[in-house]
């Protein structure tokens, strides 16, 4: 689970990288075709990995440990103009809430979980390891959707 967990940081890098080269009203932009914009697929990838992998799973009851729940989590859109503490807040979020997951995954937090079916991807997650692996895949595609909200807004 290593290389995993090394992987979704690298793409949590990479989606960084990405945030760093736009201004905050690019990032708040909503490109025509989209419901949403670039810091808010940010943000939804940092809070559905922990809802993921506490929430769902069983591990933990209440999404109040999980900062940013109610702005990104599954089904909610931008409502407000994300400002630059928020952005940066939740680019150290990215990274510290993954070093989080490892160590808890090393001390066997999530030996036994309570499987359940995503909607995204339709496939029931029985153990933390499919969990990790969906979100590296989770986080993919959100990123895919920031890279293509970002051609749309550096072509107007």
Not at 24 to 36: I, K, Y
Not at 102 to 112: L, R, S, W
Not at 138 to 146: F, S
Request: hydrophobic share 45%; glycine share 6%.
């Amino acid at each position: 689970m290593e290389n995993v967990l090394n992987f979704i940081k690298d793409e949590r890098r990479a989606f960084i990288e990405l945030i760093d080269g736009l201004t905050v009203d690019q990032l708040n932009e909503v490109p025509a075709g989209f419901n949403n914009n670039i810091i808010w697929n940010f943000g939804h990838i940092v809070v559905t990995t922990q809802a993921l992998s506490y929430l769902r799973t069983g591990v933990r009851t209440d999404a109040s440990f999980i900062k940013y729940f109610s702005a990104y989590a599954k089904g909610t859109k931008p409502t407000y103009a994300v400002d630059a503490e928020e952005i940066a807040e939740l680019k150290g979020l990215a990274l510290q809430t993954i070093d989080q997951l490892a160590a808890d995954y090393q001390a066997g937090v999530f030996a036994e979980i309570q499987p359940f079916a995503t909607d995204t991807f339709k496939a029931t997650l029985s153990t933390i390891e499919d969990v990790l692996i969906t979100t590296a895949g989770h986080d993919t595609i959100h990123y895919g959707y920031a890279m293509a909200q970002k051609r749309i807004i550096n072509n107007k």
